[in-house]
């Protein structure tokens, strides 16, 4: 089973609003990732969890803030977010495996629209 | 540093005909490289890898990928395209060198199969 799970499939928010996106999978991999993606573009890394502890954030705004509450748990939580911001938020998981051919397996995502 | 480029940002090809996405990649090491598949407002699917060993990969869906080390390249291949093909593809690349996180995307080919 390769499948990892995101909630909700689709967020309206204002951009005064608190809201959280959340990711489980449970295939045992210690490492999970928040992407972020436009139409038609590559995601774009945003955070690494590795054994649960942040290790990757690649500069994000601080109105995203990422928690791992345990090893198959991902949240991403959103407060004060622009426009901008809206787009498919992607979650992930891998083994972990340095040196090895770690493959990362996606999530549907959640479909964020920011007004 | 580690690239990938996909030089063709649409490919159209008849049902039944053979089909071949192109990737190139970059990086100081050996490369262990990925291709996704993504469908209209869904995550990431992945389709097949190449860590080591036998150059032609085969992966789901009837997918390959040849590995080719002299033109560093890793074309994805179908024998017979199937209109259900028509979708996102994304190539990526990994240096075996550093840790297992951070992977670099092509910005995608749109495969167009053709009834």
């Known amino acids: 089973d390769t499948e990892v799970t995101q909630t909700p499939k689709h967020l309206v928010m204002g951009m005064t609003n608190k809201k959280s996106l959340k990711c489980e999978q449970h295939?045992?991999?210690?490492?999970m990732y928040w992407y972020k993606q436009k139409a038609k573009k590559p995601p774009e890394l945003m955070f690494v969890y590795s054994y649960e502890k942040l290790s990757i954030n690649e500069s994000v705004p601080s109105r995203f803030s990422p928690e791992c509450p345990n090893s198959s748990l991902l949240n991403l939580h959103l407060h004060a977010l622009q426009p901008e911001d809206s787009a498919l938020y992607l979650c992930a998981s891998s083994q972990a495996r340095t040196g090895q051919g770690d493959t990362q397996y996606f999530g549907p995502g959640t479909r964020l629209t920011v007004l | 540093a580690q690239s990938v480029a996909q030089p063709e940002d649409q490919v159209n090809v008849a049902e039944g005909n053979p089909l071949t996405v192109k990737c190139t990649y970059s990086?100081?090491?050996?490369?262990?490289l990925f291709w996704y598949v993504q469908y209209p407002n869904r995550g990431l699917q992945f389709l097949l890898k190449?860590?080591?060993?036998?150059?032609l990969v085969k992966g789901s869906y009837g997918f390959e990928a040849e590995f080719n080390k002299s033109q560093t390249s890793f074309h994805l291949k179908k024998p017979s395209a199937l209109v259900s093909d028509s979708a996102l593809y994304f190539c990526?690349?990994?240096?075996?060198?550093?840790?297992?996180?951070?992977?670099?995307f092509g910005t995608g080919t749109k495969l167009q199969v053709i009834p």
């Open positions: 190449y860590i080591t060993g036998d150059n």
């Open positions: 295939m045992g991999h210690r490492a």
């Open positions: 990086v100081s090491g050996n490369p262990y």
């Open positions: 990526a690349v990994r240096d075996n060198s550093g840790g297992y996180q951070k992977v670099t």
